[in-house]
């Protein structure tokens, strides 16, 4: 976009201490005005502080375009805590994840195979468990589903919901062809063994080896996946098999640590699957594995909602600690930081209160206890290992309640556009007087100018 230069008048006047302001005037009649910038808190204000800045100004259909000199501009997020999730869960079959969803504490409402082709009746879920049926039966025009997550639902699939990924997701995942179902790649025997490969996952569960049970020998095998998606099973497999019913996979040789549970996000939203599902026989580490991909799912948006409080502090997340936690149980989660000079750390949950401490290195040591969700910036951090250990002291009648711990390292942001009179401004860490400008436009490129200081003490 061009901009046109502006004819400006400077006069700098002193009205509030710890503040001064520049102001400017275009001279085009009928352009923008800049009237006032405010600040909240007025200054002085302390080091590495959160200040409100919101501008007065006339005229319509305007761009903001904001800067400072030092420190982190960054919009106004008006909501960030999730609301009360709605779950819905086809009719038990060949699966039962509905049986999980009972244990976990967490209430739903059944629904039929049909219903997923209607996006009126779906519209209002938030999440949607889809349970493996010999009924399933999927066509291009239930395109419902599809469009539900991309605009932010979280699916779980099982067993034979992959019917649902080939038909609408056919790049991310690839099955075994022409029909999973119909070569048997397990045929020596009902259970494998299977390495947990996600630490998120291996961090929750307190294990990262399981054996896991098929029941009948058979299984939709994953031969394929994007780099766009996360693993967190694989199991070894033996693919004797008939050349004629499984097309592309190869016959007669061992295949190694197969992927049996993945996800990935599509558009807002977020797809989990699993061919390893609810059935008899299983042992009590099979169950507490079901329970988490079965909280993996509720607790993507509260991993959107911490993503967006990151985003609000001016860091960005690069690392995220998915799990569930029972009501005064204590957690302990262990990771390392190099080479990053600043972090935040959010920990948000479906409801509840919590008690943290964390120990960094250093002289990094903080106790928090409150409701959720819990944010915590840490400024100059050394190389080395965090210990963050929670207990959820409350966690309103959940018998396993999804949470997430989230880390967010800092990005460096000096200017934004934006199309409100409001922006936050993270002061930088080094007392100083420091500025942020606006310079407004309308459709027409006639605009005004101002630049505002704060004392930083």
Known sequence: MSRTTLAVIAVILFLVPGIFYLTGCSEDEGSPRILSINFDPEGPVSPNTDVHVTADVEGANLTYY????????????????????????????????????????????????????????????????????????VVASDLAIRSWVQDGGSLYASGKACEYLIEFWPDVITFAEPDPYVGRPNTTSDWMFADIV??????????????????????????????????????????????????????????????????????????LYTNHHLTSGMDIEEEELLDYLATVVIAHPI????????????????????????????????????????????INALDGTFAVTVDGPGDILQDVEGSIP?????????????????????????DRMPFVVSIGERSEKGQIVTTVPEVIWRTPFVPDTYAITLEVQDEQFRGDKWTIGIEVE
């Open 66 to 137: 904001w800067s400072v000199t030092d420190g982190i501009v960054r919009e106004i997020a008006h909501s960030a805590q999730a609301e009360d999730l709605t779950l819905a869960v086809t009719d038990a079959d060949l699966d039962d994840i509905g049986h999980t969803l009972d244990g976990l504490g967490f209430e739903y409402e059944t629904i039929d195979l049909e219903t997923l082709g209607n996006p009126f009746a779906i519209a209002d879920y938030d999440a949607i468990y889809i349970n493996s049926s010999d009924d399933i039966s």
């Open 303 to 346: 991993v959107r909602t911490a993503h967006t409080l990151i985003n609000m502090a001016g860091y960005f997340p690069y690392a995220d600690y998915v799990g569930s936690v029972m009501e005064d149980v204590e957690m302990e989660l262990v990771f390392t930081v190099m080479e990053v000079e600043d972090i935040y750390i959010v």
């Open 198 to 271: 996600s630490d998120s996952a291996a961090f929750n569960l307190g294990f990262d080896e399981l054996i896991l049970t098929y029941p009948e020998y058979a299984w939709p095998p994953i031969v394929d996946l994007d780099i766009s998606t996360s693993t967190y099973v694989r199991a070894n497999a033996s693919s004797v098999v008939a050349i004629e019913l499984i097309t592309n996979l190869p016959v007669g040789e061992d295949f190694e640590l197969m992927p049996t549970a993945v996800s990935f996000e599509y558009g807002d939203g977020f797809v």
């Open 374 to 398: 819990m944010s915590m910036a840490f400024p100059g951090v050394e190389d080395g290992t965090w210990t963050i250990t929670f207990t959820a002291t409350d966690t309103k009648g959940i």
